[in-house]
């Protein structure tokens, strides 16, 4: 089964940073790759679909980029409600693969 | 735009089966365009894959859970259900079902219900 390596595992940055998240898959997955923000106590949220796809109704500061094994998740300007944990979601094979989390927190 | 809801009991006894309904409402469960699925998430983890099924009676489920799930369609009342048999505590979790706009391959998931917490405890 394909793996997915999420890092970092959590990761604390100001108001109006730059914030960025990647991905590894242990093999090549082309561009099938997702990303989703959970909030405490909500379900997921999807952002990104198929690597760099904004989701409708996603503000534009969230963007996703990448292809093959490594990608990269990115927050152009870090808002105080984007505090939550971020997900990245493989679908190269029928088993669907979630990363392990980056928790992200306001300084 | 679809909404979904899971119900069930919030705790099961080990060994026994867990048992989780998904009623969908805002279109038909029969649409040619969803698989419905089911994740879950134990306490302070992250998120694990169960599987998903499209009406038409195809199925995918995790590996490593596939000998215990079963996962069904009621046309009938709008809802799928999940069953997983055979639980240990290490099936506390929350339960989340959520559609894949696909008719063909599992991708994302766009749409999700709430959540609910099932604990495994005697």
């Known amino acids: 089964d394909i793996q997915v390596t999420q890092s970092p595992s959590s990761l604390s940055a100001s108001v109006g940073d730059r914030v960025t998240i990647t991905c590894q898959a242990s093999?090549?997955?082309?561009?099938?790759l997702n990303w989703y923000q959970q909030k405490p106590g909500k379900a997921p949220k999807l952002l990104i679909y198929?690597?760099?796809n904004l989701e409708t109704g996603v503000p534009s500061r969230f963007s996703g980029s990448g292809s093959g094994t490594h990608f990269t998740f990115t927050i152009s300007s870090l808002q105080p409600e984007d505090v939550a944990t971020y997900y990245c979601?493989?679908?190269?094979?029928?088993?669907?693969?979630f990363g392990q989390g980056t928790r992200l927190e306001i300084e | 735009q679809l909404q979904l809801q899971e119900s069930g009991p919030g705790r099961v006894k080990p060994s026994e089966t867990l048992s989780l309904t998904c009623t969908v409402s805002?279109?038909?469960?029969?649409?040619?365009?969803?698989?419905w699925g089911w994740i879950r998430q134990p306490p302070g983890k992250g998120l694990e894959w169960i599987g998903s099924?499209?009406?038409?009676?195809?199925?995918y489920s995790n590996p490593s859970l596939e000998s215990r799930v079963t996962m069904s369609i009621d046309k009938s009342k709008n809802q799928f259900s999940l069953s997983l048999s055979s639980v240990t505590a290490a099936d506390t979790a929350v339960y989340y079902c959520?559609?894949?706009?696909?008719?063909?391959?599992?991708?994302?998931?766009?749409?999700w219900g709430p959540g609910t917490l099932v604990s495994v405890s005697s």
């Open positions: 959520a559609t894949t706009p696909s008719a063909t391959i599992i991708t994302y998931f766009d749409y």
């Open positions: 805002g279109d038909s469960i029969s649409a040619t365009v969803y698989y």
């Open positions: 099924t499209y009406y038409r009676g195809r199925t």
């Open positions: 093999q090549d997955i082309a561009n099938y």
């Open positions: 198929d690597a760099s």
């Open positions: 979601q493989e679908y190269e094979s029928l088993h669907i693969t």
